[in-house]
């Protein structure tokens, strides 16, 4: 479970970002949708409650400096059962139709206890804006992360 929970947290931090600060009403609308209901747990954080970023990464073998500025994450986690299996799935086709792109995630399967993992974000002009993480573990808990900021990820 750690290592799911560090991983989410690498992933989302680690491709985060938005447009001009405006985070995509397609999302937004998917947050709140999603985020009340038996067995789930949402927060939001505003810009007040986060900071820049610039931290390293390894990222399918290379290294990676993101740096920039997070200006809202929203947060769902699904608890232990199907029903976050099927919302995973369920926000995994609405995200697909949006105008984010799917982004590769290198991920060894043995090194981790996620058994789905899909980011979908948008870079422009070299920044990434909009990110969402969806996760899910082998114990079925499913993780919903969007991030609107500013973010620039660099080879090291």
Known sequence: ??????????????????????????????????????????????????????????????????????????FITFSESQDATKKIRSLDGKLGKLTLKEIKVPMDKSDTDLRFARIYGKKDNGYYENVVLLALTEDNIGFFVAINGKLKVEKQ
Do not use: C, R
């Open 1 to 74: 479970m750690k290592k799911t929970i560090l991983l989410t947290a690498a992933l989302s931090i680690g491709l985060a970002l938005g447009l001009s600060g405006q985070s995509l009403p397609e999302v937004d609308e998917l947050y709140n949708d999603y985020s009340s209901g038996d067995g789930v747990m949402a927060m939001s954080l505003s810009h007040e409650m986060l900071d820049a970023v610039d931290l390293d990464f390894d990222w399918d073998e290379q290294m990676k400096h993101l740096s920039g500025d997070i200006y809202q994450i929203k």
